[in-house]
């Protein structure tokens, strides 16, 4: 079965550092890997989605980028947090065969 | 603009009672709904696929699609206290997979 493992659970980071948060698929191949942020009490609104190896679509301008450098792995990366960038961040992925897509546990970021 | 739409609630149903919650989405080309279940500080899992119109029954749940209003809905049979959670719709088109507000629902024992 698919299983997306995202870490860290939980991240406290200053105003103006960088962020790395990864997300990493097992149990298929060439998974379309999607990143949503979730503001409290919201819903998920898409940053990023993936096709493939080095290919990115990106949903909202804002000051976070993603990466894939492996089939199953999809970083989300800032260079200078905003506090307005906390939230809790999900990675879902989707079989290349299947329309459901899973989601990781999620990582909640608090900005200070 | 892509766009998934929910009644934020909050929805109270009564134990026992049929909850029954809304959907409705902006992108005819939209191919395939799913309806996700999220539990206060956890990540969304799935309860329900639907990909043609009609019903789809799997235990409690009860998905309903009719593509031509462009709406959704997911009735939930007997509702339990462990329902409690907020539903999530979602569409998906083309690699894109977008996700409504959600409902939180509460039943009350």
């Known amino acids: 079965s698919q299983t997306i493992h995202q870490w860290p659970a939980t991240l406290v980071q200053p105003v103006g550092s960088p962020l790395s948060l990864e997300c990493t698929v097992e149990g298929t191949s060439n998974p379309n890997l999607y990143w949503y942020r979730q503001a409290a009490g919201r819903g998920l609104q898409l940053l990023f989605y993936?096709?493939?190896?080095?290919?990115i679509s990106s949903e909202v301008p804002q000051n976070l980028s993603a990466s894939r450098p492996q089939d199953r792995q999809f970083i989300l990366s800032s260079k200078k947090l905003l506090l307005s960038d906390s939230g809790f961040y999900l990675c879902a992925g989707r079989g290349y065969m299947n329309t459901e897509a899973f989601f990781g546990q999620g990582t909640r970021l608090t900005v200070v | 603009q892509k766009e998934v739409e929910q009644n934020s609630g909050p929805l109270s149903v009564p134990e026992g009672a049929i909850a029954s919650l809304n959907c409705t989405y902006s992108?005819?080309?939209?191919?395939?709904f799913f309806w996700y279940r999220q539990y206060s500080g956890k990540s969304p899992e799935l309860i329900m696929s639907?990909?043609?119109?009609g019903d789809k029954e799997d235990g409690r749940f009860t998905a309903q699609l009719n593509k031509a209003s462009q709406y959704v809905s997911l009735l939930i049979r007997d509702s339990q206290p462990s329902d409690s959670a907020t539903y999530l719709c979602?569409?998906?088109?083309?690699?894109?997979?977008?996700f409504g507000a959600g409902t939180r629902l509460t039943v009350k024992p």
């Open positions: 992108d005819r080309g939209s191919q395939s």
């Open positions: 639907i990909y043609s119109n």
């Open positions: 979602a569409s998906y088109n083309n690699n894109d997979m977008r």
């Open positions: 993936s096709v493939g190896i080095g290919q």
